[in-house]
């Protein structure tokens, strides 16, 4: 091999360590939307590996560990950022599996087909069902792999629409769960981690006239000293970017309703491999929006994922819009799948409130770390009244100031509430008796919502077997991806929380296994 000793490499042990401290918002100078293009392969290569892996986040780290175990010994991943982990650090690590050793502990009934079932059924039949397959009948496999590398989850959830509970949460779980993917890596010695190098371009050639339309042999890419190197890749390349969350630009031409919301996962998540490929003809599918309405603003201009709302209204809290009037059944709708569409009706403006009684119950509910994706902190000091993300106050009109609604519409918004309690009928929203909890114990509390975005739904057509399809549904040769870089596998009706890591982490697999099994080129 022509492997130079790489200027910019990170040492394992640095790698696993800036990105087990978390994802702290590093920039990258060429962390930008640099233009992105296919060209033919260069008059030299500067390095050259079997598997060459684009993304150090979910999906890259999950194909580089399988293309390992499944036998290949030369497999490097490019990480653009100065830390591996992706969106996967920022994320709350739930992730979906039927048929575990969690459930059997629990005493929970499920099965791969009753899941494919209820989610062919929740998708409305809107989803590819082939990849949906795949990515089921491979979850229990990434579940085990998880687990035995010491993942585990407090919880098994039930999710609206299944009749099984088989999400499964933890507090911090993304950053657990990745930084437990990582040290997996770290016991891998044939995978190399490049950190600081973006990729920029993807190679075709016709390989002397086997495959006229091209296939992928390699990849140009840039390191944090603006150094360009081009790498060969003897059987193939992944593709596992991310999606474009952090591309504002590219959030507002797919999905208008959501401009000016603010991404919350990883900043280098700008839709890089989408463009990559596209430029190679690949073709896309599966743009559906997904807004994130359980977001609030720590800072101007940051927003962090934060709670639950369902949860939460089962202990007493309501949602009410800009006027102070309540929108929607919060129990029901406070998941945030169906509460995206609420809440853009309300213009995007919305808070909650809460009473003492609530705010104890919350506090000291099991649910309660994993509720707040573990910023329990910023909760507790919210209650002690010295957090800047939850308001306290001694009256409602005092709380309606705080949290930017209308006084007057409060007041009378949560009188006609206590008295729907006092009846045990909501007439306007129908909420469950159980649920209707009066508010009336002061302090009062609440916080202002924005819908932020974790993530994208869409991008490029694959198929089962991780392979990036053309716009022909022809696979590119030697090119694969994972990820929130394609799209298909799930939709706006029939997304529930965990799909996009259960995605990642199976198709990911998916691609490695593959890759592993290409004959080389040259
Ligand atoms: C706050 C939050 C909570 C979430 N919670 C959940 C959850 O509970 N369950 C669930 O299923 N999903 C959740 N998600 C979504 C989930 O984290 C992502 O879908 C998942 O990380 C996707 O994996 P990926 O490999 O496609 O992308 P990522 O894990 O984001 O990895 C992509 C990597 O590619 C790198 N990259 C980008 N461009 C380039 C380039 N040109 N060259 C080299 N590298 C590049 C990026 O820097 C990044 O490290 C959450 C996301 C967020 C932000």
């Known amino acids: ?50 598997v060459l892996i684009a993304g150090g986040g979910v999906s890259g780290t999950a194909a580089a560990i399988a293309a390992n175990d499944a036998g290949e010994t030369s497999i490097l991943v490019l990480e653009k950022m100065p830390h591996a982990g992706g969106s996967g650090v920022f994320s709350s690590g739930t992730i979906l599996a039927a048929g575990t050793i969690l459930q059997k502990e629990k005493g929970i009934q499920d099965s791969p087909e009753l899941w494919y079932h209820e989610a062919m059924l929740t998708a409305e039949n809107g989803v590819d069902a082939k990849l949906t397959r795949t990515l089921i009948d491979n979850a229990r496999e990434v579940f085990d792999f998880l687990y035995k590398a010491g993942m585990r989850w407090s919880f098994v959830d039930a999710l609206p629409g299944y009749s099984a509970d088989r999400g499964y949460r933890e507090a911090n779980g993304g950053a657990k769960l990745m930084k437990i993917v990582l040290a997996e890596i770290e016991k891998r010695p044939n995978i190399k981690i490049q950190l600081g190098t973006k990729v920029t371009r993807l190679f075709m050639d016709t390989n002397g006239g086997a495959f006229p339309q091209g296939e992928v042999v390699g990849v140009e890419c840039v390191n944090e000293q603006g150094r360009t190197m081009n790498i060969k890749a003897k059987k193939a390349v992944a593709i596992c970017t991310g999606d474009f969350s952090a591309n504002p630009a590219y959030i507002e031409s797919h999905f208008p309703a959501l401009r000016n919301t603010k991404s919350v996962g990883n900043p280098g998540n700008t839709g890089d491999g989408i463009r990559m490929a596209q430029r ?41 819009n800009g006027d102070g009037k309540r929108f929607c ?189 290409e004959k080389p080129w040259a």
């Open 280 to 320: 190679l003809g690949a073709d896309v599918t599966g743009y559906t929006p997904q807004g994130h309405p359980h977001c609030v603003e720590t800072a101007p201009n940051k927003a962090i994922l934060w709670c639950r709302y369902e949860f939460l209204a089962e202990d007493g809290l309501i949602l009410v």
């Open 329 to 517: 059944n919060e129990p029901e709708k406070g998941y945030y799948v169906p509460l995206l569409p609420e809440v853009q009706k309300q213009d995007g403006k919305f808070a909650c409130v809460f009473d003492a009684t609530a705010a104890g119950k919350i506090a000291a509910s099991p649910r309660f770390a994993t509720t707040f994706r573990g910023h329990t902190e910023l909760f507790t000091k919210g209650l002690a009244g010295d957090g800047y993300v939850i308001k306290k106050a001694g009256s409602l009109d005092e709380l309606a100031s705080m949290i930017g609604v209308n006084a007057a519409g409060l007041t009378q918004t949560v009188a006609a509430y206590n008295e729907a309690a006092a009846k045990g009928n909501d007439p306007q929203f129908r909420r469950n008796p159980k649920f209707l909890i009066p508010i009336n114990t002061p302090p009062f509390y609440g916080w202002r919502g924005v819908v932020g975005v974790s993530t994208t739904r869409g991008g490029l057509r694959m198929d089962p077997g991780a392979r990036i399809l053309d716009v022909d549904l022809k696979p590119i040769p030697r090119l694969y991806g994972a990820g929130g870089t394609v799209g298909g596998y799930t939709n706006e009706a029939g997304y529930r929380s965990g799909w996009h890591l259960t995605n990642a982490l199976t198709f990911g697999r998916v691609a490695g296994k593959n890759m592993a099994a």
């Open 1 to 50: 091999m022509s492997m130079d000793k790489d200027d910019t490499a990170v040492s394992r042990r640095g790698f696993i360590k800036v990105t087990a401290a978390g994802a702290g918002a590093l920039a990258l100078p060429h962390v930008g939307i640099k233009e992105l293009q296919a060209a033919p392969p260069p008059q030299k290569w500067d390095r050259e590996v079997n």
